[in-house]
């Protein structure tokens, strides 16, 4: 039985794996969203005190359904993250150690992102790695974008990343100039749903397939300069139409950087995860993408798209070469 620790940002989670039948008799996160909408962002100093709140509710509950004494290891985002919110967990999952007297590991927060698509896979079967590798995962978030190569043996090569703003930071802020509230993801996609995404064309960066990075800054900058043409009324008239168009802009460059690497190189199957992993439109694309390639598409269930902590315990049973002692994340975190 692994226990999963998951505080690197505003959500706070406990999880336990079990090993042996690869499943989860014990997940739970408490989501501090509501907190920071009045902010329009995640507060790091009110992110820190509510982990330090919700642990030990979390921590009791968890007591009702498992016994510590089942628990054999113990794993916990180490970064990257918001350093006080990471401190909140380490400390948690650092005296549990203490008092159980087991093994505390640090995991990679992205490296558990990476992974996610893969929980409910059957482990023990060999076709799990030989069907699957090399894998291409696109991992995309409020903070990351991030294309990379996953081995057989877990090996992470990032083939593209951001050079800005993250695809998801792109989605928020998007929404904050159309007046939507936070986290603005969501809202730009419900409007989207209703609008025609070919109506308006919004610059997309790095196009050609030498250029293997991301960048949403001047996406968003294009959005406020129409905004600011706009009359009120018009703006109501097209409003769905700028969300569907501003939403496909950025799940069009998504998909179009992959299926350029997936033209260059050969692999196994593609994954999607992170949080912007739960936008409808994005995961469309990506599946067609996988059967124009003939290639397994891997996505995570909705509840292990945001930071979970089943991911990090999930991520520590499979992976258990790239756990670290906690104090070898600092000062680098290397995936």
């Avoid at 902010?39 to 921590?59: D, M, T």
């Avoid at 180490?78 to 909140?88: E, F, I, T």
């Avoid at 929980?119 to 590798?133: A, Q, T």
Wanted: glycine fraction near 10%.
């Amino acid at each position: 039985m692994i226990l999963g620790v998951e505080s690197s940002c505003d959500d706070t989670g406990l999880a336990v794996f079990d090993e042996q039948n690869g499943s989860f008799p014990y997940e739970r996160t408490s989501s501090q969203a509501d907190l920071h909408v009045p902010y329009g962002g995640v507060v790091p100093q009110l992110a820190a005190r509510e982990h330090l709140r919700n642990f030990p509710i979390l921590f009791e509950d968890l007591k009702q359904k498992i016994s510590l004494a089942e628990i054999t290891k113990i794993a916990v985002t180490c970064g990257p993250g918001l350093p006080g919110s990471l401190a909140m967990g380490i400390t948690f999952a650092e005296s549990l150690g203490l008092i159980l007297k087991r093994e505390v590991m640090g995991i990679h927060h992205l490296r558990g992102h990476i992974l996610s698509p893969f929980i409910k896979k059957d482990l023990g079967e060999e076709s799990f790695r030989d069907g699957n590798f090399p894998h291409l995962s696109l991992l995309v978030s409020g903070g990351n974008t991030i294309l990379s190569e996953v081995s057989s043996n877990f090996e992470i090569q990032i083939l593209a990343q951001t050079v800005d703003d993250a695809a998801g930071e792109a989605l928020d802020k998007g929404a904050k100039l159309l007046g939507l509230k936070y986290p603005g993801g969501p809202e730009i996609e419900h409007f989207a749903a209703l609008g025609n995404a070919r109506r308006f064309k919004f610059p997309q960066a790095f196009t050609k397939p030498d250029e293997m990075f991301f960048s949403f800054s001047g996406l968003k900058t294009s959005l406020r300069y129409m905004l600011e043409k706009l009359s009120d009324e018009d703006l109501r008239g097209q409003f769905n139409d700028i969300c569907a168009s501003y939403q496909f802009s950025i799940v069009d460059i998504l998909v179009k950087k992959m299926e350029q690497i997936l033209s260059q190189r050969n692999f196994r199957s593609i994954g999607l995860s992170g949080g912007v992993s739960n936008n409808g439109s994005l995961r469309e694309r990506l599946s067609e993408l996988g059967k124009k390639y003939g290639l397994q598409c891997h996505m995570p269930q909705t509840k292990y798209t945001g930071d979970n902590a089943s991911m990090i315990a999930f991520a520590a049973a499979v992976d258990e070469s790239h756990a670290s002692k906690i104090i070898d994340f600092y000062p680098n975190w290397q995936l």
